[in-house]
Structure formats: structure tokens, C-alpha cells
């Protein structure tokens, strides 16, 4: 069951992988990155990751994470290059690619309207630790879910016949009225 159902399920697809073996933090914000991205746009940006092109801005999970200039471009200053997570949500947008052409949707309009990371059931292994203790050493799976629709193409706003109006302060509104009275 998905958390959130499509508003017109006949434009949209869905995909989902459960307990997939990728950090969820790292996940997490590789979604948030391409959230209302179109499919193609989502795609050739994780390519880019992948080859640390273009960086994934890490905004709620970012303790200890360093601070990286391709950040800028996204007004955040922390940011990594999750490789995995970008070659896991590319895997899980295909499947949904060729669910969509399965349902007879037009690919090149599909869009990502919802994308949810979950948290998933730890797996445990042992670390062995001083004095013949034995500790934990889990991993963080994910749940990842998508559902993508399609969108109308966006049109251009109509040009309007008059230019932005420049912004005049109060001090030189005051100004020009004092001219006006002398004048």
C-alpha cells in the first residue's frame, strides 16, 4: 500500500522497492533532490551525481556532512555525491519508465509527484570491541516508493506590454514630492 494515492490513476504510474540495502539518510535526501522533477530531468541529474557533476544537497541529515562549493547552486552549503542511492532511485525510475509504457502512458511527460523514503528493519552483524565485548553493527535499509504522472507541458507566461515598474524608496518619493511643492 502506497502512502499516498495519484489523483487520476490512469495518468499515473507507481514503483516501490522495500528492505533495499542503501543508507536511508543518504536516500532520503537523494529523493528530496528530485522531487517534481521531470523523469528525464531526474535522471540525467543522478547520471551527474554518479559522476560528481552535480552534488545532492543534504539539508536534514547533515551533521559531519562537509561543505562543498556545487552546493550553491542549490542555496545550501553541505552536500555529498551518494553514488548508491543515486544508482538505486535511477533503477526504481526505469521500473517505473516501463511501467508507464506498459500502461500506454507518453513517457517524455512523466514527472515525480510523490517520493517517500521509509526506514526499514535493521540488519545486524558484530563488531568486536575491547576487553571481549561484542557490538553491534547494523545497517539502515530503506523503503523507497514513487509515483509519477503526467504533466501537461508548461507554457510560457505571455509577454505583457509594459516593463516592470522600478521600485522607488519612500525617502525618494519624499524627495520628488518636496521638489513638486517648490517647484
Not at 97 to 122: F, M, Y
Not at 148 to 174: C, G, H, I, N, Y
Amino acid at each position: 500500500v502506497y502512502a499516498v494515492e495519484p489523483d487520476n490513476a490512469t495518468k499515473s504510474c507507481k514503483a516501490r522497492g522495500s528492505n533495499l540495502r542503501v543508507h536511508f539518510k543518504n536516500t532520503r535526501e537523494s529523493a528530496q533532490a528530485i522531487k517534481n522533477m521531470h523523469i528525464r530531468r531526474a535522471t540525467r541529474y543522478l547520471k551527474d551525481v554518479i559522476d560528481k557533476k552535480q552534488i545532492i544537497p543534504f539539508r536534514r541529515y547533515s551533521g559531519g556532512v562537509g561543505r562543498k562549493a556545487q552546493c550553491k547552486a542549490f542555496k545550501h552549503s553541505q552536500g555529498r555525491w551518494p553514488k548508491k542511492s543515486a544508482e538505486f532511485l535511477l533503477q526504481l525510475l526505469k521500473n517505473a519508465e516501463s511501467n508507464a509504457e506498459l500502461k500506454g502512458l507518453d513517457v517524455d511527460t512523466l514527472a515525480i509527484e510523490h517520493i517517500q523514503v521509509n526506514r526499514a528493519p535493521h540488519m545486524r552483524r558484530r563488531t568486536y570491541r575491547a576487553h571481549g565485548r561484542i557490538g553491534p553493527y547494523m545497517s539502515s535499509p530503506c523503503h523507497i516508493e514513487m509515483i509519477l504522472t503526467e504533466r501537461d507541458q508548461v507554457v510560457a507566461r505571455a509577454e505583457t506590454d509594459e516593463a516592470p515598474k522600478k521600485k522607488v524608496s519612500k525617502k525618494k518619493l519624499a524627495r520628488e514630492k518636496m521638489k513638486n511643492r517648490e517647484g
